[in-house]
């Protein structure tokens, strides 16, 4: 094994201090926390990063409208993220802010070197810019020719002096890159998506400004002091400058990173200008960069503004961490999107948690105090029962490689496949039944078998649940370790005889929800107690429940074709974008009141998750929203450009 392959380096993405922790954030930082301590756990070195991004314009005046310098609100913002995940036991190594010295030197020598190697240059910038997102967006990208694309809000015409970056340069080798590395960028649909982007072209990538202060300076021997660095070099820089570069490289052997963890709405910065910039310095590139999906609540993405923010203390503080930990990873396929539920959560919690592992391990307290005063061997496990032994081995070889390719549900659903193992082979052989017999050799080993099988699932369970795992690992005799994990699961030993340790129970049945279920504008209001009427009102029939609305997933699309459909007085086919990975193609009756000319480019409502049905023989995948009086008919739109995907409700 070369020395690269023995250290591995993870990411989250540095958190920007415009907001407050949320489920999202927690979400990308318990993955990234999982496989830090798989990495650890299966001996290799490991280098855990996680920390704040702190400068731009939106930064600098947010701090100026609570009356702050930006170093002071930077500092309150970049502590809640830091204590939030020492709470959560995050096992990171550094914690690294943009406003850290290293940092700041470090960005300056990569941007020198640029410079001197030709791909910085200086010009003159003119063009739309974003500062919600701090991005810049061309002319085609703007919705309706002045709306961001990515959050709606209108964009602001820039035109100042600026140091560029050669990203046209580079468009050939990033996609030479992608086509050579098919896993470079997970789950791969990401890695289509962006080489379309990059198939269609690329322009120099402006990375100063001069307009606002809070920022790094550009190298001193410059001499060109009003530029401050472009948030994003600044920021991605933070994967290079938290191992020392351009300070003290000690760390820098930990390069290239192992997994970049990102959340898809920032695809573009780390899957195009970070490895441009990568290339530009000479460095090896990372091996994976893994995009994953957003969470949602109630189908909407979480916001301030909405009021709808799930702050993940609450949910750890009412369900308990480690099982939202486990729910957070096997709920929704990596890359895809999730709505936080509830009911989903206490599913989990009593169903997967409970039932299948709780339960076996009581199972075997239990039966291992009636049969043997608690004593458990794996002396005749082998030789009673090779076929579930070797099933064992079999689900457990091939985890790993699910583990890194960001497969996180699978590898967790594949986890569970030993369990019931376990379960079944108690109701297949029945061990009471054994005893009566007075076959207590093949009772005991039975038992000797069920304790192994809960021995290996919580070492690898234990990066997802560590607490919980050392807990089942006690009661089994041993502790959870490197050591151990070469013993059970890489050399496939089986446990030394032991005494059972009783436990509590390790998941305790919930029967209700234990948090508000909805944003306090929806659900403070059918909590308030309803006052006595005098008059009894006619009841309204038809009504639904909140939670059946939300089964609904409406959402705002672009049109971005429209055509007639042949021999047909009342349809259009359509194709809308929603923000997946294709547009959606749409039959919809309007074409007594829509020509095609009066949707391109127009935003419409839709159904997102009705079932595809066959129009004219055309393939329809969701309905637009109308209404229709005396007048006609008229399209239900949003009453000012909202970025695609948007979810309505």
């Not at 002319?139 to 309706?144: A, K, S």
């Amino acid at each position: 094994m070369s020395e690269s392959c023995k250290k591995a380096y993870i990411t989250t993405p540095i958190y920007y201090v415009n907001d407050i922790p949320h489920i999202g954030h927690a979400y990308t930082t318990i993955i990234a926390d999982t496989l830090a301590r798989y990495s650890r756990m299966a001996g290799l070195e490991t280098f855990f990063l996680t920390g704040t991004d702190e400068h731009g314009q939106k930064i600098e005046e947010a701090a100026k409208k609570r009356g702050k310098s930006p170093k002071e609100y930077a500092d309150e913002i970049s502590g809640r993220f830091k204590a939030l995940w020492d709470e959560f036991g995050i096992s990171y190594d550094r914690f690294i802010r943009t406003t850290d010295e290293d940092h700041k030197l470090g960005v300056q020598a990569a941007f020198k070197k640029m410079y001197d190697k030709g791909d910085i240059y200086k010009d003159v910038y003119r063009g739309h810019y974003c500062i919600s997102c701090e991005a810049f967006f061309t002319e085609m990208q703007l919705v309706d020719g002045e709306f961001c694309p990515e959050c709606g809000k209108p964009t602001q015409i820039v035109e100042e002096e600026s140091y560029f970056f050669r990203l046209s340069k580079y468009q050939e080798p990033l996609l030479k890159w992608y086509r050579e590395n098919e896993k470079c960028i997970l789950p791969k649909t990401r890695r289509n998506e962006v080489m379309r982007f990059v198939e269609g072209g690329l322009e120099d990538l402006s990375i100063t400004r001069t307009s606002f202060d809070w920022g790094i300076k550009l190298p001193q021997e410059m001499n060109d002091p009003k530029h401050v660095m472009y948030v994003w070099l600044d920021a991605l820089m933070n994967y290079l400058t938290a191992l020392g570069y351009g300070t003290d490289e000690k760390l820098m052997d930990f390069w290239p990173a192992r997994v970049h963890l990102i959340g898809k709405d920032i695809l573009r910065f780390h899957a195009v200008y970070w490895p441009a910039f990568l290339m530009s310095l000479d460095l090896p590139l990372p091996k994976h960069i893994a995009a994953h999906g957003w969470w949602t609540r109630n189908g909407e993405k979480m916001s301030k503004s909405k009021g709808n923010v799930i702050n993940p203390k609450e949910v750890a503080d009412a369900y308990g961490l480690e099982n939202f930990r486990y729910f957070m990873l096997r709920e929704v396929p990596f890359g895809g999107d999730g709505d936080f539920s509830q009911k989903a959560l206490i599913d989990r919690i009593n169903s997967d948690l409970g039932n299948d592992l709780g339960n076996l391990l009581n199972r075997l307290i239990g039966m291992s105090s009636k049969y043997s005063d608690g004593a458990v061997s794996s002396a005749k496990v082998a030789e009673l029962y090779p076929e579930e032994l070797a099933e064992l081995h079999a689900s457990i070889d091939w985890l790993e490689p699910l583990l890194y390719e960001m497969q996180l549900h699978r590898y967790l659903e594949e986890l569970w496949r030993p369990l019931s193992v376990a379960n079944k082979a108690i109701d297949r052989y029945q061990p009471w039944v054994l005893m009566k017999e007075g076959k207590e050799e093949q009772a005991l080993a039975l038992l000797g078998l069920i304790a192994n099988i809960l021995a290996k699932v919580s070492v690898m369970l234990h990066p997802v649940m560590p607490q919980t795992t050392q807990t089942i690992a006690r009661a089994l005799g041993f502790t959870i370790t490197p050591a151990a994990y070469e013993d059970l699961i890489v050399r496939k030993d089986l446990l030394s005889d032991f005494s059972v340790e009783k436990v509590p129970p390790l998941f305790p049945r919930i029967e209700e929800v234990r948090m508000a279920e909805a944003a306090p504008d929806v659900e403070a209001k059918q909590a308030e107690p309803k006052k006595a009427e005098k008059k009894a009102e006619k009841p309204i029939e038809g009504l639904i429940t909140i939670d059946q609305f939300f089964e609904t997933s409406l959402k705002v699309g672009t049109v971005v074709e429209a055509e007639e459909v042949p021999k047909s007085k009342k349809l259009l086919l359509l194709k809308v974008d929603l923000g997946e990975e294709t547009p959606r193609q749409i039959v919809a009756g309007i074409k007594e009141w829509y020509a095609p000319a009066d949707l391109l480019g127009t935003q419409v409502c839709v159904v997102a998750n009705l079932k595809p049905a066959k129009l004219m023989g055309m393939l329809s995948e969701g309905m637009l929203l109308a209404a229709k009086d005396d007048e006609g008919l008229a399209l239900i739109r949003p009453e000012r450009p909202v970025a695609v995907g948007t979810a309505i409700g």
